[in-house]
């Protein structure tokens, strides 16, 4: 066994001002069994980040999680103690990171993400735990709902982009790395969603792959990704051989059937935009007309569709900027019979695809009644859909009609459905291996390096026909990366892993080589 450093450090400040001078929790390089001194505050570790099964097709990007039990027989880690020096900063949103340092590399990230909650836990006789609970980027996003206004002709990448700038995620390289999009979206909008199934349905519209990085980033792989570059070389071989290089500790092949999918269908959505017109107009008039005093602001949410909308209305295309007198009108008396106030009303708006706010102002000495106020733009509505659906009797006939369940709602053409279909039905007709394979990271120093090099998207080489007797000697993608550092010092780290011979087969133009690849991928 090798002695490994490890640091887990929150930004108790804010930002990322990783503090070290307020409890850098770093695991003690002596090992020693101590675990109430200053250095030596963590008991054990847990985190997980990726898909939550080894699969290209059925896997689902999760937010990472971090669970870390902490030493706190000194009270530190209770928020409400005043005389801890963390007292006022242990709040949700944090930054944290676990860092981890072999013979040859030195803070090299782990996990990355921010703090949910610490949870204090007292026993009896005198021991006291805390309980420190992180998510990943994505759980961060996607505590409120999001709106993105309509855009057209948007690549994949340029709609992740829309929407984590809307749910207020940090740009540039530093919090994002977008592979350029294959898929261009005809139109696309969000009105009132989150943010995590809002970025899984590009996700799957491109074929791609939405992720957490380690280093905290949110990545998004397009469906070439693993079809070019490093993704066809293997990072390194896991092996059940004698003398091999990389040993696995365990390995489980998972059921293949949940992954066989013989029938895929989708719809092609198409709009059509209609004229300008009235599309929102304020119900309360004549007596009922409401008042706004002297320096007040009243806002005012307009809505399309409404109950009275066209059918299949589904949104605006542009909203029409609410002008005086055309859409606002102002009275001194509810009936519109007094001194028309109009000019003294200021306005503003908000707009967004589905709703515009409107916010009025009385800039006048006296109360100013609203007797018209009314929002015009240009309507959407969905046409019908097409719908295409691909199938494989052959598949049918040896695993039963199996149904991929997901829509994929916002691909542009019916050629690219097709060509999804015909792609996805190629590879999942037919069971492909599934394995989760752990190592012990702290056997060697080789099994620490490997530990802080791997990555989700990496592809690496299981085989398993030695001791293991799976009759496995190929390659994989890692979908799934959890690690568990216990009270005893083991770091357990296990992969899930997804068949990649098959993809592998793909061929790409200016990438494969003719006659080495079978399949044309979309």
């Not at 106030?341 to 503003?348: P, R």
């Not at 080489?461 to 496995?472: G, M, Q, R, W």
Request: hydrophobic share 40%; net charge negative.
């Amino acid at each position: 066994m090798v002695v490994a450093t490890y640091k887990l450090q929150v930004a108790w400040g804010g930002g990322v001002d990783w503090d070290a001078s307020l409890f850098p929790m770093d695991f003690p390089v002596t090992w020693g069994a101590t675990l109430v001194v200053a250095n030596d505050r963590i008991r054990s570790i847990s985190c997980s980040f990726g898909r939550d099964r080894a699969s290209q097709l059925t896997g689902n990007s999760k937010a990472g999680r971090l669970r870390v039990v902490l030493s706190n027989i000194s009270g530190d880690y209770n928020p409400f103690n005043t005389s801890s020096p963390l007292y006022g900063n242990i709040l949700p949103g944090r930054a944290v990171r676990l860092l981890g340092t072999s013979a040859t590399q030195s803070d090299q990230p782990i996990w990355q993400g921010y703090l949910t909650r610490i949870t204090p836990q007292v026993f009896l006789g005198g021991d006291a735990t805390a309980i420190l609970e992180a998510t990943g980027p994505l759980g961060q996003i996607n505590l409120d709902q999001i709106e993105v206004p309509m855009v057209t002709a948007q690549r994949t990448d340029q709609v992740v982009d829309d929407i984590l700038d809307a749910a207020g995620w940090g740009s540039g390289s530093t919090y994002r790395t977008l592979d350029v999009g294959k898929t261009t979206i005809t139109r696309y909008w969000k009105d009132g969603t989150f943010t995590v199934p809002a970025l899984l349905e590009v996700e799957s519209t491109e074929g791609g792959f939405i992720r957490e990085g380690k280093d905290g980033k949110i990545i998004f792989d397009n469906r070439h990704h693993r079809l070019s570059g490093a993704a066809l070389t293997s990072q390194a071989t896991y092996s059940d051989a004698a003398g091999a290089a990389r040993v696995y500790s365990g390995i489980i092949q998972d059921d293949p059937l949940p992954g066989i999918f013989n029938i895929f269908s989708t719809e092609i959505q198409t709009y059509t935009t209609a004229s300008v017109a009235v599309l929102w107009t304020l119900s309360e008039s004549g007596a009922n007309s409401p008042a706004i005093s002297p320096s007040v602001s009243l806002t005012y949410t307009a809505r399309y569709p409404t109950r009275g909308s066209a059918n299949n209305a589904v949104g605006v295309d542009a909203w029409t900027t609410v002008a005086s007198t055309t859409d606002v009108l102002g009275n001194a008396a509810a009936d519109g019979s007094g001194t028309n106030m109009t000019s003294d009303i200021g306005i503003a708006v908000s707009k967004s695809s589905e709703t515009m706010q409107i916010t009025l102002t009385n800039n006048g000495a006296v109360p100013a009644y609203i007797t018209k106020l009314q929002a015009r733009g240009t309507g959407i509505t969905a046409d019908d859909p097409a719908t295409i659906k691909v199938e494989d009797a052959t598949s049918q006939t040896d695993f039963g009609k199996r149904t991929w369940p997901s829509k994929t709602p916002w691909i542009p053409t019916t050629l690219e459905a097709l060509d999804w279909a015909d792609y996805n039905i190629g590879i999942f007709k037919d069971p492909t291996a599934v394995l989760k394979l752990s190592y012990w990271a702290n056997r060697d120093t080789n099994s620490l390096n490997e530990m802080l090099d791997r990555d989700i998207s990496e592809r690496v080489t299981v085989v398993a026909e030695n001791n293991a007797d799976l009759s496995i000697d190929q390659g994989f993608f890692i979908e799934g990366i959890s690690h568990q550092i216990s009270a005893n010092r083991l770091h357990k780290v296990t992969y899930l892993l997804s068949d990649a011979a098959e993809f592998s087969d793909s061929w790409v133009l200016n990438t494969s080589a003719v006659g080495t690849s079978t399949r044309l991928a979309y």
